[in-house]
């Protein structure tokens, strides 16, 4: 076997720390995580929040891509990274104690003594920090405004605040948040603990104006008349329609207009049978709220509570392949979603009165082809009949662009959207920006606030003329007397408690997840490999005596002749140095597999010349303003 070798960098460094290298705001998950394992929360909830203003939401709802890329995975389960953001943010967040104005000055009294391990670019402390000692000029007052308040939208209206900028958002929906508060069920995402978080924005000096489509109530034109720059922030808030027969019957409906409905309380009428349609969270989302509706019609109407209630979800895909995450699909079933994999609908039936009486649909013979493009196979001769009252649809969303269509020097591209830079947001409208779903198509929450974070700094250059840059400054130290958890590494993942099934389904406001206490918190913090940490080995003390190797127990180092070695130029360069004439064909490497390495420090405790030490890696990118 030969050995491909990496000579470490900067970039290597940071890509250890998996958790935050995956974030798309670059939060250094591992950072508050190792706080909880050290029990100071307070900390913890400053990393967590320093690059994120919906960390609270965050806590709650995240699709939590730190989670996937932990290490800790690889070897077990990973970290709940999220629960314990939850868990820091309860206590310090606008959900716990903090007043909004309180925890804005909170924060900018943390960030005067700022300085810990992992600070990205996208750090609000680190931030503030710049504009309090003016190394980064704050705006003037120019104005901006953002249509649309979810979580792009109100990403960029803080960030925005901070540099200085008189931000407006216009929100056609009489609440602000957007999606997160007409799409996401409230027993996933309090609306308390929403207003909470949307507060300390406005405490910020955003302006909002709720109930103001554009449109009708303000033209687009009026807008950028108004403002020195605008950000289209409008999410997918269609449900995409099913082009089938019957499908035009009133019992017809949008799975994301049904959310809607019922988070601003409006009535909604459903049947005893209802089929949703779809394999994703939203179809969850959609299946599980319908369920509480027809317990809450139920408890209301006694002649309701005789029926016999059904909830139908059907998807494309098999189970395997369904996009919904194995939480919905297993606290689904326990609430009592019938699911139903591997079906395509191939008509809605109807009665002589054009009213809804069943689904039929189609086997569903693959999803996609084998270039895994979206290209669904299926057997029309293989059909099933799902008798319901009512349809919903939850196969996707779209945007609804009409109040830009048409406006005077602003054109949509053939897919109907803005053209505009998918990392940035800037078009070739110097005062027209676009964040979130629109830039770049659906992706996460903390995908958007990314989004809204980029969109804010490309306004704050392009308004004021100063360059936003970052010094970056790297660090290794040694750490001395390193040790870990008493059998951290056999510690088993601890999972959120939850409501009884009893109590859940029968309200929406009931939430499903428990958050941990503080004994669970520090139990799971302490399973974390802490990835800032390195094993570094100084080959001009080892003597290749093999203990390393010996003692480790996740079989990560191995010694191996050079030979075995797959080395690029730049590797090549060390290795010819090190070597400094002795003969290569003699010559003894130690290879080290990073991605099994569990950060245990067996091998610098067995290490008789103190060849290896346990080093932890820091960086800071610090943000500055220079002249182009």
Known sequence: MNYPITIPDREYWKRQIKCQYACPVHTDARGYVRAIADGDDRTAYLIARGPNPLASICGRVCGAPCEQA????????????????????????????????????????????????????????????????????????????IIGSGPAGLACAHDLALLGFDVTIYEMEPVLAGMLATGVPEYRLPRDLIRAEVDVIIAMGVKARTSCQVGRDVSFAELRQQHDAVVVAVGAKRSRRLPLPGSEAPEVLGGVEFLRAVSLGEPVSLGHRVVVIGGGNVAYDVGRTVLRQISLDAARTALRAAGVAEVHLCSLESLEEMPADDIEIIEGA?????????????????????????????????????????????????????????????????????????AEGVALNERGLITCDPVSGRTEWPDLYVAGDLAYGPKLLIHAVASGKAVARAIYEQVTGHPLRHDQVE??????????????????????????????????????????????????????????????????KCILCGGCAD????????????????????????????????????ATAIVKDETICIRCGLCAERCPTGAITMERFLFKELPVCRVA
């Open 70 to 145: 932990c290490r800790r995975g690889d070897f077990d389960d990973p970290i709940a990274i999220r629960a314990l953001k939850r868990y820091v943010c309860s206590q310090f967040g606008p959900e716990g104690e903090n007043a909004p104005a309180q925890l804005v000055d909170f924060l900018r009294r943390a960030a005067l003594g700022a300085d810990r391990a992992c600070e990205d670019h996208d750090e609000l402390l680190p931030l503030l920090q710049a504009l309090t000692d003016q190394s980064v000029p704050r705006a003037r007052g120019e104005s901006v405004g």
């Open 334 to 406: 326990e609430e009592g979603i019938l699911r139903h994999n591997s079906l395509g609908p191939k008509a809605i039936l109807t009665d002589a009165d054009g009213h809804v009486r069943g689904v039929e649909f189609q086997k569903c013979l693959r999803v996609f082809d084998e270039n895994r493009r979206f290209a669904p196979l299926f057997d029309p001769n293989d059909t099933t009949v799902i008798p319901c009252d009512h349809v919903l649809v939850a196969i996707g969303q779209s945007v609804d662009l009409s109040f830009v269509s048409g």
């Open 475 to 540: 660090l290794h130290f040694p750490i001395a007397d390193y040790g870990r958890e008493k059998n951290y590494e056999k510690t088993p993942r601890l999972h959120l408690p939850t409501a009884p099934v009893t109590e859940r389904v029968h309200s929406n406001s009931v939430e499903v997840e428990r958050p941990f206490d503080a004994c669970a918190a520090r139990r799971e913090a302490g399973r974390c490999f802490d990835c800032g940490v390195n094993t570094i080995f100084d080959g001009e």
């Open 551 to 586: 003692v480790c127990p996740s079989l990560c180092l191995r010694l191996v002749s050079l030979e075995r070695l797959v080395a690029d130029g730049a590797a090549s360069e060390v290795i010819d140095r090190q070597l400094d004439g002795f003969p290569a064909a003699e």
